[in-house]
């Protein structure tokens, strides 16, 4: 196969870009392609030596530093990129890169990190954090959002295979795009972590501090439970309301280590998480060191930590309900080592397998019907689940 990988942009590694990783890991031959890379010389090893071929955008003015005021010329930028010499296309979405336009004679497998989140169901919390909420420029971040969400579901059509990092980020997709898609959870890089079975009494999290990961509803928590110290890890524009917020018995950090983070998941008594996230990969790696979470139950995380043996979750973003979370943790006893196992189940290994099957049996299918032009990749993917893929009159018939 002649691969070629598509991701949205690249200016840092976090999440998505452990996903692009691992692909890189798994096809070595592929050709890179991104909006644009950004990503400072010394943080460049994820990208294993390959050069990365650049939109216009590349060489616009203040892009490294603006990058998300050229968001209405994503779609377009992402359209040029020349990928037709290619017979596979594996694109890492979870804005624009499967927008990218593909001929019928190659496969398209998109892994979506997410729909576009700031344009459908999280657009009205984006508008008010940005204070955007009223006023001309209101309107005219409506407008773009707008453009944006009609741009999505019409670029979704060129894809042939949808893999998601949840099955929550799954149901969005079937919603959204109206397309089936499977899951393949990301990778964790779990053997980073060790175990730890002796724990002290403190909580600890770790997060960048941007309003969505809910820092401030963690540190007002435990503002209000004196008794139990909380040792924050990060930073970001935030950080300066959660000084504000941060009592006695919270110790800030600031950015840290791996070594250091490592050492604090390792030993705290508990790791505590207020996202609502796609996934969530710091659960996963407080896991990998043996360590249960608290949890807000909504998003990835629920998929990622068992109640009861992992973890326990707390229904509503509140600092009363996290309070309330956190006594019936303490009244629990934990597995260190079940912990660990289940953390083991999301390794980076795990998620190559998993990846390396779909997209060869995809191919596989895709040679096979390609000559035949009646050939329905989303049925592949059903087939794949053991789903039932007849059309839904004939399941209703058999049914009555």
Not at 96 to 108: D, M
Not at 113 to 131: C, I, K, M, N, T
Not at 134 to 148: D, E, M, Q, T
Not at 207 to 219: A, E, G, H, N
């Amino acid at each position: 196969m002649r691969v070629a990988i598509v991701h949205d942009f690249l200016y840092c590694y976090a999440g998505a870009e452990r996903v692009l990783e691992q692909m890189i890991e798994l096809f070595p031959q592929a050709d890179l392609f991104s909006l644009f890379d950004f990503v400072p010389i010394g943080e460049r090893d994820f990208l294993k030596g390959k050069r990365v071929r650049t939109t216009v955008l590349q060489r616009m003015p203040f892009a490294k530093q603006k990058h998300r005021a050229y968001l209405p010329l994503m779609p377009l930028a992402v359209e040029q990129l020349d990928v037709s010499d290619y017979d596979v296309i594996l694109s890492s979405s979870y804005l624009s890169a499967k927008g990218v336009i593909t001929a019928p004679h190659q496969l398209h497998v998109c892994y979506c990190h997410s729909p576009v989140r700031f344009a459908w169901d999280q657009q009205h919390q984006y508008l008010e954090q940005a204070g955007l909420k009223r006023g001309i420029k209101s309107v005219l971040a409506r407008v773009i959002l707008h453009y944006i969400r009609g741009w999505d579901v019409r670029s979704a059509n060129n894809v042939d295979v949808f893999l998601t990092n949840s099955h929550f980020v799954r149901r969005r997709v079937e919603r959204i795009y109206r397309r089936e898609a499977s899951t393949v959870h990301p990778p964790v890089n779990v053997e980073r972590f060790a175990l730890c079975e002796e724990k002290e009494d403190f909580y600890v999290t770790v997060s960048r501090m941007v309003p969505y990961k809910r820092m401030d509803l963690i540190v007002e928590a435990f503002g209000r439970m004196p008794s139990r110290r909380l040792v924050v890890i990060g930073d970001g524009p935030e950080m300066k309301k959660i000084r504000r917020l941060a009592k006695g018995n919270v110790e800030l950090m600031g950015q840290q280590s791996d070594a250091v983070v490592g050492e604090k998941l390792g030993r705290a008594r508990g790791f505590v998480f207020a996202a609502e996230e796609d996934f969530g990969i710091a659960p996963v790696e407080a896991q990998a060191c043996g360590t249960p979470v608290i949890a807000f139950g909504r998003g990835g995380v629920t998929e990622s930590v068992i109640p009861g043996k992992t973890g326990i979750f707390f229904g509503r973003q509140q600092a009363g309900e996290l309070c309330r979370a956190v006594e019936a943790f303490e009244r629990h006893t934990w597995d260190a080592r079940a912990i660990r196992k289940h953390a083991e189940m999301f390794s980076a290994e795990v998620f190559r397998r998993n990846f390396r099957a779909v997209v060869e049996e995809a191919w596989e299918r895709f040679q096979l019907h390609s000559g035949e032009g009646v050939f329905d990749m989303r049925e592949a993917a059903l087939e794949a689940e053991g789903r039932d893929t007849r059309d839904r009159d004939t399941q209703v018939a058999e049914r009555i």
